[in-house]
Every structure is written in C-alpha cells, then in structure tokens.
C-alpha cells in the first residue's frame, strides 16, 4: 500500500429525499450527475454520483436515497461533516449563492487560518465551505 495518500476517493452518505438531494447538489452547489450504480449490499438501491464535470476523483460525493429515511445521530467513530473546498476567497459567493438558494448558512468564521462558511445543514448535510 502506498505511504503517501493524496486524498479521499469519495464520500457516501444517506438521502432521505431523493429528489431534494438531486436539487440540492446540482443546482445549489453546482455538481454534475456523473454516475448512478446499485447499492453492492442492497440491488434494490440506488447509489447516486455527484462529481465535477470530469468524474475527478476527490470531488466526488455519494449517496444511497432511503426514501424517508430519518435524520442520522452522530455517534463514536462516525463521521459528522463533509468539508467541500472551495477556491480561496470565494467563502463570500458561495454564502451569497446558498441566500439565493434559501439555504440559511452560518455567516463566515476563521477556522484553521481559512474563512469557512459552517453548518449548512439545509442541504440534508452537515457541510463546511472552506476557501
């Protein structure tokens, strides 16, 4: 196994509105559609791909919709936030683009010397935007 790990392949997370998790990751955030599979543990689910326009990996998220599913607790070991990186200096646009959306975010904040937009969680997401 290689020492040096540039970065994670991807996330995969739980969708309880299927079609909210579509609007809410092309259209609000801006990813592409780029791959829709089975669940290997459950054929009868879906596996949705979001991603750049490429595929490339590290910008892909994915999901698994449980249609009605309800909201996951965050427990020991579990991750409880996704952090998308956005280009520096852009905290700004994307607070404005998510207002327009009618996503409440938190307003910007210094965290780890970046400004990050936290806790947008209206996305079916707990996200953090750091630029």
């Given at each position: 196994?290689?020492?040096?790990?540039?970065?994670?392949?991807?996330?995969t997370a739980i969708a309880s509105d299927p079609a909210r998790n579509l609007a809410s990751y092309t259209e609000t955030l801006g990813l592409r559609p780029?791959?829709?599979?089975?669940?290997?543990?459950?054929?009868?689910?879906?596996?949705?791909?979001?991603g750049d326009r490429v595929g490339s990996p590290g910008t892909s998220m994915t999901f698994f919709p449980y249609e009605g599913a309800g909201q996951g607790r965050v427990g020991t070991g579990q991750?409880?936030?996704t952090a998308f990186l956005v280009p520096g200096g852009s905290v700004d646009y994307w607070v404005g683009r998510l207002d327009g959306a009618g996503v409440d975010?938190?307003?910007?904040r210094e965290r780890f010397g970046d400004t990050v937009d936290e806790d947008v969680e209206e996305l079916g997401e707990r996200l953090v935007l750091p630029g």
């Open positions: 196994m290689p020492e040096d790990v540039s970065g994670i392949h991807h996330v780029v791959k829709r599979s089975v669940n290997q543990d459950d054929v009868s689910v879906y596996h949705l791909f979001y991750a409880s936030t975010a938190d307003d910007p």
